[in-house]
């Protein structure tokens, strides 16, 4: 019953319409920026290094961390198999085009972020609940969102990840999902009961070491097969625009779980990433709105194209047929999700592709529980104004998030990605029509950014320089 009911909201909320107006919006931001994600590209790896943490807020980088560590997850493992899975290779092109017009969105909202961010007990506090409240003037909207961002990265989403986790870890070395679950709960608690500073500095440190060993796994996989490459890309292309024999009726379906998965990886436009954005100490929010699009690059065409290549490259995958049965059926009985990763691996490492896979999925999903704990805990912090309220509200919050977590390892897996697309779903709608409504003020933003740099100098903002009179930090 409850699963029909969930299947029934996810197949309502991720409707063709939802991946329309996401691809719709990251074209329109695109073009009214002019491809800033191309032109520039070169200042969004310059300011990803610069800035320094304030006692107020954090780094460039350590902000860049935080969201990354939001989108960097079991997305980019078992995400990236299950589109490969349901919309067949073509999905890993969709997942690209999402990205690359995610990055537009993605520089959108993180900007308004930086604009609409006030200070509370000491330290930033922003995201589409301040924007949409400061900039749109619509407090009703705004606290949807914050409810809505409560339940999705703060009830849902986080059982996606612990789900996960004690999946792969029980595969690879049969340790019971309870035990898996207790761990996770002592090690996550140790570091958000030391506030968003100790999260921000241990992203920072964890976030560049998990990543650079998944990918250099990657790398020694896809270069012992460097022969199949244009086979493999050929592949892609062919099916994602159904000009393959055998994936030629599953354009439709090569779209939807694209976008779908590639949104639910790179969260460009679901509304998660300004909460990070807005902790940068940064001169100008257009320069953390470029290093935030740089993250969604990160995520989809570097961890998840790693992902994706290994599969494909090794052919360990299966594809479902709308219809029933199978397509591609190259690992019969095994389902969807980390095993088709951890199945590539072990073409090249036998028996240690499982343990490398669950040990990176674990990494992976762990930093995106951090930042689930502290977008959650950024949304209590608007809802509680008064401030002994909002502290006894972030600790209640904590105890109730690490209960989801323990039981999120002890649930049906299908049922976890359910809810965790209704999650994504909810804040992406909510989120993307707040952007389109308030796209003016990031735009002019952009441009004073570019005027000063056009001028020679450390584009530095001041709101009322644009017109903008309704923020609190930047007057």
């Known amino acids: 019953m409850l699963e029909t009911i969930v299947n029934t909201a996810v197949s309502i909320i991720w409707s063709n319409a939802l991946v329309a107006l996401c691809l719709a919006a990251g074209l329109y931001f695109s073009i009214a920026t002019r491809f800033l994600q191309v032109r520039h590209i070169k200042d969004m790896a310059k300011y990803l290094f610069t800035g320094t943490e304030s006692a107020q807020g954090l780094s460039s980088f350590q902000a860049f961390a935080l969201a990354v560590s939001g989108r960097v997850g079991i997305g980019n493992i078992a995400g990236v198999a299950t589109a490969i899975a349901m919309g067949g290779p073509g999905a890993v092109f969709w997942m690209w085009a999402i990205a690359f017009l995610g990055a537009g969105s993605a520089f959108v909202e993180s900007t308004l972020a930086q604009i609409y961010k006030v200070e509370r007990d000491g330290q930033y506090r922003g995201g589409p609940a301040y924007y949409i409240e ?248 608007y809802l509680w104004t008064a401030p002994d309220a909002r502290r006894k509200a972030i600790f209640v919050i904590r105890i109730l998030f690490l209960a989801v977590i323990f039981f999120g390892t002890l649930r049906e897996a299908s049922l976890a990605w359910a809810l965790g697309d209704i999650g994504v779903g909810l804040m992406a709608w909510l989120n993307i029509i707040a952007i389109l409504l308030l796209s003016r003020p990031a735009l002019k933003c952009l441009k004073d950014y570019e005027a000063q740099k056009k001028a020679g100098q450390d584009p530095a903002f001041k709101a009322e320089d644009i017109g903008i009179s309704d923020t609190e930090y930047w007057k």
């Open 134 to 381: 400061k900039g749109l003037k619509q407090k009703w909207y705004a606290i949807l969102f914050a409810v809505s961002t409560i339940i999705g990265t703060g009830l849902f989403l986080p059982g996606v990840q612990s789900n996960n986790i004690g999946a792969a870890i029980e595969n690879a070395f049969q340790i019971p999902p309870a035990a898996i679950g207790a761990v996770v709960i002592i090690l996550l608690g140790l570091i958000i009961f030391g506030g968003f500073k100790r999260i921000g500095h241990v992203a920072q440190w964890l976030v560049p070491f998990m990543a650079a060993g998944y990918m250099l796994v990657a790398i020694v996989i896809i270069a012992a097969n460097f022969a199949k490459i244009p086979e493999v890309f050929g592949l892609i292309f062919q099916s994602a625009f159904s000009s393959s024999s055998a994936f030629g009726g599953m354009i439709g379906m090569a779209i939807r779980w694209g976008v779908k998965r590639g949104i639910y990886s790179n969260e460009a436009g679901q509304g998660t990433g300004p909460i990070a954005a807005a902790t940068a100490e940064v001169s100008h929010p257009a320069k953390q709105g470029l290093v935030q699009a740089f993250s969604v690059y990160f995520d989809t065409w570097f961890v998840c194209t790693a992902t994706a290549i290994m599969i494909l490259i090794t052919g360990s995958y299966n594809v479902v047929d709308p219809a029933g049965g199978f397509i591609v059926d190259n690992l019969p009985g095994v389902a969807d999700g980390p095993a088709f990763t951890q199945a590539a691996v072990e073409s090249l490492f036998p028996s240690f592709g499982s343990g490398f896979v669950a040990v990176s999925l674990f990494f992976f999903a762990f930093t995106t529980l951090m930042a689930y704990y502290y977008f959650t805990e950024s949304t209590v912090a």
